[in-house]
């Protein structure tokens, strides 16, 4: 079992930076490949940034590549979002998702989750 708790979330201008936390709780952190999924209001979940378990290879949805970057640090078991020059549209609810194995863009693919944080982008 895997408890994930995000943090970091807020109101930003556009243009601005977030950085958003997940810390998990359990064991074996470091074999899970870890993803951020986000969901607006009325729109489906949406994949965002994941990490995989072993080489920490990156994987990015084509809306944020090359503003948000995914990290991890399996010392403190915590998933990290940075996310700059952001836009209104990424405003959403964030979400945190752990997966032992499956595909890393999807969220039926993932195990656990956490709560979500709200991010909120004026324009």
């Known amino acids: 079992q895997v408890r994930l708790v995000e943090s970091g979330g807020g109101l930003v201008q556009a243009g601005g930076s977030l950085r958003l936390s997940c810390a998990a709780s359990?064991?074996?952190?470091?074999?899970?490949?870890m993803g951020w999924f986000r969901q607006a209001p009325g729109k489906e979940r949406e994949f965002v940034a994941a990490?995989?378990?072993?080489?920490?290879?990156?994987y990015y949805a084509g809306s944020v590549q090359g503003r948000f970057i995914i990290s991890r640090d399996n010392a403190k078991n915590t998933v990290y979002l940075q996310m700059s020059s952001l836009k209104p549209e990424d405003t959403a609810v964030y979400y945190c998702?752990?997966?032992?194995?499956?595909?890393?863009?999807?969220?039926?693919?993932?195990?656990?989750w956490g709560q979500g944080t709200q991010v909120t982008v004026s324009s």
């Open positions: 990490i995989s378990w072993g080489d920490g290879n990156p």
């Open positions: 998702a752990a997966q032992s194995r499956g595909p890393v863009r999807r969220a039926e693919g993932y195990d656990y």
């Open positions: 359990g064991r074996s952190f470091s074999s899970y490949g």
